[in-house]
C-alpha cells in the first residue's frame, strides 16, 4: 500500500510542478523575446533558482521565479514595491532584463549565469577560475539546459 501511495504522491507532484511552469510560458516568450535572451536559458534559470516556485524567497532577499533582488531590478528600471516583484510577470521581466544586461557585460554564458547568481562585482573581483562543469550553481542550469525536460519550448542555445 505504501509504494502505491508513494506512487500517487509523486505523479500529483508531477501534475502540480507542470501545471506551475506551464502557466508562465508566455511571459517567458514574450520576455525571452523582448531582451533576446535563449527562453531555454530562462526556463532553466527559474528551474533551478526557485523551481517555479513564484513565492521563493531567499536568506540573501532574492525574490520570486528567478530570484530577483529588489535593488537589483529597480536597477534595471522597475518601479513597483517590494511585494508586486513577486508578481510573476514582473519578476520575469526584470529578470530577463538582467540577464540581457550581464550578457552584454560579459559575453561568455556561464559567466552571465555566474554574475546572475553571485553578482556582477563578485564575479569581477574573484573570477570563476575552475572547470564549469563543477561549478556549483552554473553546473546545474547548465544540466537541466543540456538534459532539461522543457515546459515551454525545445532546446537550440546560441553560443554553446
Known amino acids: 500500500m505504501r509504494g502505491i501511495m508513494k506512487l500517487v504522491s509523486t505523479i500529483l507532484f508531477l501534475i502540480t510542478f507542470n501545471a506551475s511552469a506551464f502557466q508562465y510560458c508566455h511571459w517567458l516568450h514574450k520576455f525571452s523575446k523582448e531582451f533576446d535572451i535563449e ?14 516556485n513564484h513565492k521563493a524567497t531567499s536568506t540573501a532577499g532574492a525574490i520570486g521565479l528567478m530570484q ?39 559575453e561568455n554564458v556561464n559567466v552571465m549565469l555566474d554574475a546572475y547568481w553571485r553578482g556582477e562585482d563578485n564575479v569581477r573581483r574573484w573570477p570563476y577560475e575552475g572547470d564549469w562543469e563543477n561549478h556549483r550553481h552554473v553546473s546545474k542550469i547548465m544540466k537541466y539546459f543540456k538534459e532539461g525536460e522543457y515546459k515551454c519550448q525545445t532546446k537550440e542555445l546560441k553560443g554553446l
Open 39 to 52: 527562453p531555454e536559458i530562462v526556463e532553466a534559470v527559474i528551474a533551478v533558482e526557485s523551481s517555479f
Open 68 to 106: 530577483v533582488l529588489y535593488t537589483t531590478a529597480q536597477d534595471m528600471g522597475f518601479k513597483g514595491t517590494l511585494d508586486e516583484l513577486y508578481y510573476p510577470a514582473y519578476n520575469m521581466r526584470y529578470g530577463t532584463k538582467y540577464l540581457k544586461y550581464l550578457r552584454k557585460k560579459f
